[in-house]
Every structure is written in C-alpha cells, then in structure tokens.
C-alpha cells in the first residue's frame, strides 16, 4: 500500500510541473483531498514520506522562483520613468555634464522630481490590486515606482501566505505533535509547526534571496 500511495503522490507532484499551473487552486482541490494518505506513508515509510517532501520543495520552489522572475522582468517594463540618472540633488543648474566640451543640458524641475505628488496614493489606496502585466502591456498603461513594488510584494505574501497554509495542512500529521524536534527537512520526526516553517523556508530561499 506505501509503495502504491507512493508512487501516487509522485505523479501528482509531476502536474505540477506544467506549464502555467495554478498551484493554489490543485494544492486545494486535489493534494489536500489525499493529505490523510501522506500521513499514513509519514508513519509507515518515512523514507518515502521523506522522498515525497524532497520532491515537492524542489518542484514549488523552482514554480515560485521561475513565475517570480518572470513576473518582475514584465512589471519592469511598466515602469513611469520619473528620474533619471542626470536628475541629481544639490547640483547647480548652470552644471555642465559629460566633460569639458559638453553642451549645458536643462535639468528638469526638482520640486516635481523628487516629490511624491500623485504617487503618495500608491500607499493610502488600500484596494489597488496586483499589477496584471499582460494586460497593462497591452493597453500601454505605466506606474510609479513605489505601485510595482507594492503589487511585488502583496504578490509575494499572497502567494507565500497561500503556501505556509497548505504546508501546515498536508505535510503535519496531527499524530506527529510529541514527536522530538530536529530542524532537518530530511527529517520526518518533526513538530508540526518547525517542519511547516522548515519546508516553506526551503521553497522560497531561492525566490527571496
């Protein structure tokens, strides 16, 4: 029956792995429906239960690194350019730049520059949603600054939120509570809430490094 349930959580694993998969949305719909499974092979074949781990915190972790990655490169070309490299605090205006024999350039007006003007919504509107790149690309939409890195990281704490839930679920059998604590992820002994912070740890190193 271990080797069987085994092999079955293996493979479910493995979809995972598919192209542009909601991981939320089959962690609910099918991982946790079975979690009862992985706590009977936890007890059991701990060497399989430890197999399982391994296997899904590489297949996640490489998911969130990759959508992640991908999510700034997109969001990066969204950004409002608002200063450059030649907008410059406690620079005279009559400054040449470029050497010697460069041409005076105009420097923009500061009081616009480097205050926050219209951008100051960005941290008092509480119901701006996550930055859709796709979508923002296509209709040639741009933003501050200070929007994509807030959609940037409520992403990141929805997903990580949805994850540490889902870890805490399936991954800690409530008959492992007395175990004795060994901070090891290849370690299936445990305490439920150190191997929870253990495996979520190990999924997004990569990704918030």
Known sequence: ?????????????ETLKTPNTNISIIQQSIFLKYKELFWFILERYSEAATEIKINYVNTVATYYFSSFEKYLKSTQ???MIIADKLD??????NAKRGGLF???INLKDKSNVFTLGERIQVLTNADAGIILGHIAEEQN???PYEAIFKSVNRLLIDNSSSEYT??????????LNNKVNQS???????????LANLIFLEIFDSTIK
């Open 166 to 175: 889902f870890t805490a679920y399936f991954f800690c059998s409530p008959k």
């Open 1 to 13: 029956a271990t080797d069987k349930i085994r092999e079955f959580l293996l493979k479910k694993i």
């Open 77 to 79: 070309k969204l950004q």
């Open 141 to 143: 939409i741009k933003y």
């Open 102 to 104: 460069a041409s005076k």
């Open 88 to 93: 410059l605090i406690g620079c005279e205006e």
């Open 184 to 194: 090891n992820l290849n370690n299936t002994t445990s305490t439920d809430l150190n």
